[in-house]
């Protein structure tokens, strides 16, 4: 079985799909692994190192593969290459890019998509937005940092005392519990909110400070740990609440997303107005449609002082580790399809069963499906 890495053609995206010892256990597998020259080299991986790990180095493989392994989805002239019964397994955005899924279905090819991977213990080590919300909390710090007129730890100096940073986190989830981490590290002093009550004991864990608000947020957790969408008077009230957090702080970082739904608007105009000259906001939502009105999706925006950054692809700019852990999930995936060498589908089984976004001519999703309007 022919597996192909290609180089990613997306602007700015410097990961690779497979990392050099991820190539290596791909041929441990049995299968064929070929890689396009140059793929891993923004991410740090030379040709040299796939060829060391037993991988060949072929630039057109696309069409003669059977299994395409890529970090984003394939564009249209990439969807035009591929071979009736390949497969496929990459980011798709199935809920956003219905079409997509369309187009893949119609060329016979069988796709997994990695947002679809189910929340189960099992399923934890093949979890791509796991892995890739820890870089993008971390990686929102740091450029929050950069940006600051102020510095994070509390410093005694001859010259004076310089206080900490304030830091609040917005959504608890993944990427919001490495953002505490990270301002922790930094020295910050560090307060978060999220819908889950789940998140309480864990971002106290990390030394913040759960910000109580006086809101019922009712059974805000879905059985696969995900958020559920609140009312929109929940979310007006939820604005109106952590407007005085915001005003006090000098970095807020919201992650906050409902699975399927554009992000809920959790800072109003208004909110942004309310803060401190020289803040920075990091919306890692603006990729959704953004936590904060008036953030500039892959851009940025200076609202009275207020430094609003709308980055779209953290984990992008940190792209070996980024590489090396998509890898690692990629891998793990793969090993639990494959079987002596080919792919062997389960259908039965709920990781297969619940990745699957294209098989035999069709959408497996029901609500991708319909969202494609087939
Ligand atoms: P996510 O990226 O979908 O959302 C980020 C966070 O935003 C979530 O914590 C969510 O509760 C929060 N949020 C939503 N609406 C909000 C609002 N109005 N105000 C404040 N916060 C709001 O979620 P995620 O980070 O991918 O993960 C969520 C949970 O799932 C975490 O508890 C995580 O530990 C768990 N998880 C489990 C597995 C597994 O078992 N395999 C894998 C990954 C994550």
């Given at each position: 079985m022919i597996v192909f890495v290609p180089r990613e053609t997306a602007a700015s995206e410097n990961r690779v799909a497979i990392a050099p010892?991820?190539?290596?256990?791909?041929?441990?597998?049995?299968?064929?692994?070929?890689?396009?020259?140059?793929?891993?080299?923004?991410?740090?991986?030379?040709?040299?190192?796939?060829?060391?790990?037993?991988?060949?180095?072929?630039?057109?493989?696309?069409?003669?593969?059977?299994?395409?392994?890529?970090?984003?989805?394939?564009?249209?002239?990439?969807i035009a290459r591929l071979k009736s019964g390949a497969?496929?397994?990459?980011?798709?955005?199935?809920?956003?890019?219905?079409?997509?899924?369309?187009a893949l279905a119609k060329r016979g090819v069988t796709t997994f998509a990695l947002e679809l991977i189910p929340r189960i213990t099992r399923a934890q080590s093949m979890d791509v937005l796991s892995s890739q919300a820890t870089i993008a909390g971390y990686r929102a710090v740091l450029l929050a940092a950069l940006r600051m007129p102020k510095l994070f730890p509390m410093m005694v100096t001859a010259a004076g005392t310089i206080t900490s940073a304030r830091v609040f986190v917005i959504g608890a989830g993944v990427a919001g519990l490495q953002a505490i981490a990270t301002a922790k590290r930094l020295g910050g002093v560090v307060e978060a909110y999220d819908t889950r009550a789940a998140a309480a004991e864990q971002i106290e864990s990390l030394g913040a400070r759960f910000v109580k608000l006086e809101l019922d947020a009712g059974d805000a957790q879905d059985?696969?740990?995900?958020?559920?969408?609140?009312?929109?008077?929940?979310?007006?009230?939820?604005?109106?609440?952590?407007?005085?957090?915001?005003?006090?702080?000098d970095v807020v970082i919201t992650t906050a997303l409902v699975p399927g739904q554009r992000a809920p608007l959790l800072i109003d105009e208004a909110g942004v107005r309310g803060m401190k000259r020289g803040a920075v906001v990091v919306d890692l939502a603006a990729a959704n449609g953004g936590n904060v009105a008036l953030t500039n999706p892959g851009g940025e925006r200076d609202v009275d002082g207020v430094l609003l950054?709308?980055?779209?692809?953290?984990?992008?700019?940190?792209?070996?580790?980024a590489s090396r852990l998509f890898s690692r999930n990629v891998v793990t995936l793969v090993t639990h399809l494959v079987k002596d060498?080919?792919?062997?589908?389960d259908l039965a089984d709920e990781i297969t069963r619940g990745t699957l976004l294209t098989h035999a001519g069709?959408?497996?999703?029901?609500?991708?499906?319909?969202?494609?309007?087939?």
């Open positions: 010892d991820g190539a290596k256990a791909l041929v441990k597998l049995g299968l064929d692994v070929r890689i396009e020259p140059g793929a891993g080299v923004a991410a740090g991986f030379d040709d040299a190192a796939y060829v060391a790990a037993g991988a060949k180095l072929e630039p057109g493989a696309l069409a003669a593969a059977d299994l395409v392994l890529k970090v984003q989805a394939p564009s249209d002239s990439e497969a496929l397994v990459a980011l798709m955005r199935p809920l956003d890019d219905p079409q997509r899924a369309a059985a696969g740990g995900y958020a559920k969408a609140q009312s929109e008077e929940f979310y007006a009230k939820q604005r109106a609440l952590m407007a005085a957090t915001a005003a006090k702080s950054l709308g980055p779209l692809n953290l984990p992008a700019e940190v792209p070996g580790d060498a080919k792919l062997a589908l069709e959408i497996t999703q029901a609500l991708v499906k319909e969202r494609a309007g087939a």
